[in-house]
């Protein structure tokens, strides 16, 4: 069976990234993503009320690692590896069938730059190359076209779309599944 059990954490590297592990230190750059508007419209998630969850939720991914449970990377700038400004993982894992939901943000001050498209090849080759993931899916808001062309660019098609299945503040929202199968199995 499929496991998500590393030695020691996986760091990546692109041409400009470093993709790392989740810290403490991230939590006042993780708020300030998860409460800012222009990120967070399209990810119908709570946002948090203030650091200590942040901080919460962090130590949730660094257990899920060490648990084996999801692999989620902080990215950062190679010239500012400390500083996080998006993430890219895998946050949802269904083991037995070799498949992954894989998730990415980034600051708005970062957009359009081509970050994400080299955090996602990186990741989604990770994914297939190393941990041997049979297919990756992703699920977006039917309104995030920026997330709905990044998923087309790299290969991802659509493959459901299911009605109202996901309740968030008082309202039955559509999803759309993107899928993308390892191209080597
Ligand atoms: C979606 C998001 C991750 C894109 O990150 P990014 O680093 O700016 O994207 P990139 O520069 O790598 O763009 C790659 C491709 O994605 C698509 N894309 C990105 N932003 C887009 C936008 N605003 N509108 C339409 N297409 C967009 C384009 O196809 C683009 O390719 P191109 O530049 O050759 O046209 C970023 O806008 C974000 O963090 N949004 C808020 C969080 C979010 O919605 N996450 C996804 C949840 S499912």
């Known amino acids: 069976m499929l496991t998500l059990n590393f030695t020691k ?21 993780l708020f300030a993503m998860r409460t800012n508007e222009t990120v967070m419209k399209y990810i119908d998630r709570e946002r948090p009320k203030d650091i200590f969850e ?12 060490e648990n084996g449970d999801n692999l989620a990377w902080v990215i950062a700038l190679k010239e500012n590896p400390k500083q996080m400004i998006g993430s890219v993982g895998y946050w949802r894992t269904d083991f037995a069938n ?39 899916s992703a699920n977006i808001n039917v ?29 039955f929202l559509d999803s759309e599944i993107y899928g993308l199968i390892n191209p080597d199995h």
Request: zero cysteines; a neutral charge; hydrophobic letters at 40%.
């Open 9 to 29: 954490f996986p760091i990546l590297e692109t041409e400009r990234l470093i993709l790392r592990e989740h810290d403490l230190a991230d939590a006042e750059a």
């Open 54 to 65: 942040i901080k919460d939720f962090i130590s949730r991914f660094r257990n899920g690692y």
């Open 98 to 136: 070799h498949r992954a939901e894989i998730g990415y943000m980034l600051h708005p001050d970062y957009w359009r730059k081509g970050i994400i498209s080299e955090a996602l090849k990186k990741s989604i080759a990770f994914g297939f190359e190393v941990v041997n993931l049979h297919t990756i």
């Open 143 to 171: 309104e995030n076209d920026a997330s709905r062309q990044m998923l087309i660019k790299h290969g991802f098609v659509k493959e459901a779309h299911f009605k109202q299945d996901y309740y968030f503040k008082g309202k």
